[in-house]
């Protein structure tokens, strides 16, 4: 699969299929491993309305400013939630020392 598949994969199989839970990585991943897990994290994040929209073309954010940079009533949970996903995208990692790092700077 190339990453760019993915969007169709999922919402073909959204409807019909439980998505599995993403694998911890290990300090032995290849580029192939990678491309795959993340395209499983993708896949499996967009079926959670909380974080699906993190996962779109189109979205935007910024570390460097209050709540990332999104505006309205809901930036504040918006940004709760955009830090909810990316520690639990650390999490995956061999390593946990640059969890904060993830969440702050990406």
Not at 23 to 52: I, P, Q
Request: aromatic content about 12%.
């Amino acid at each position: 699969l190339r990453g760019d598949s993915c969007p169709t994969l999922f919402h073909a199989m959204a409807s019909t299929v439980k998505i599995p839970f993403p694998r911890v990585l290990t300090a032995k991943e290849t580029l192939d491993t990678l491309t795959h897990w993340k395209c499983g994290v993708r896949n499996y994040f967009r079926s959670d309305e909380r974080f699906a929209k993190f996962f779109n073309r189109a979205s935007r954010w910024n570390p460097g400013v209050d709540n990332y940079g999104f505006v309205g009533d809901d930036s504040e949970t918006r940004a709760d939630n955009l830090e909810s996903l990316l520690d639990t995208i650390a999490g995956f990692l061999p390593t946990h020392y640059i969890t904060r790092k993830i969440t702050q700077e990406t």
